[in-house]
């Protein structure tokens, strides 16, 4: 079911639907996939190891701590100009493996997240699942991000408003929910953060 179609049934359409779909511990879950459960496990530990791998060599070591040597609210700029930028990472010694995307990245609980590692799995596996990453946030009070399933789950704001709101220190949750094209509210915040430096 879409987002918006399950966002538009009724409550208990959500509780057929749950009766319809087996349990993830139902040993025949996988038997249409042309995986097992044990095959995606071992693909998902391979592909967190090669993203931990990336993250703790010395070089990517030494940019997240010039990250953290920053005030949080200037983060989100040096995310943008230094650590998604594959040019300046490599000027910097970092090496990016073919496959590794290092790309900036929102979540519905409006957790500040700065940006996140990732890599897609084999397209064997992406019937059941996609990617595998390493999100790295801004520092917030961990009780402070809803862990209320409306909340949590909710359309993210598009990481451009997210990241002018951080660099002004901004309450990502005193801000509605908007869609990537709906500029409505947003007006109010003037140009973004990558449209004023862009």
Do not use: C
């Not at 059941?128 to 862990?147: G, I, K, P």
């Amino acid at each position: 079911m879409s987002d918006s179609a399950q966002a538009m049934a009724p409550a208990d359409a959500d509780a057929d639907a749950d009766a319809e779909r087996p349990a993830l511990d139902d040993p025949h879950v996988y038997d249409d996939l042309g995986f097992t459960r044990a095959e995606l496990a071992a693909a998902m530990r391979a592909t967190y190891a090669e993203l931990i791998a990336f993250v703790t060599q010395p070089a990517f070591v030494a940019v997240y701590d010039e990250l953290w040597s920053r005030d949080a609210a200037d983060r989100p700029r040096f995310v943008n100009e230094v650590i998604v930028n594959r040019a300046e990472l490599e000027r910097r010694g970092v090496d990016v493996p073919e496959g590794i995307l290092v790309q900036t990245s929102a979540f519905g609980d409006r957790r500040p997240t700065l940006f996140a590692v990732k890599k897609f799995l084999p397209d064997r596996f992406h019937d059941a699942w996609e990617n595998v990453n390493l999100t790295f946030d801004n520092e917030y009070d961990d009780a402070a991000v809803s862990r209320d399933p409306e909340m949590a789950w909710r359309r993210p704001l598009p990481v451009s408003i997210q990241n002018t709101l951080l660099a002004e220190a901004a309450d990502l949750d005193a801000y509605p929910d908007v869609g990537a094209g709906d500029r409505d509210w947003s007006r109010g915040l003037g140009d973004t953060y990558y449209e004023r430096d862009g």
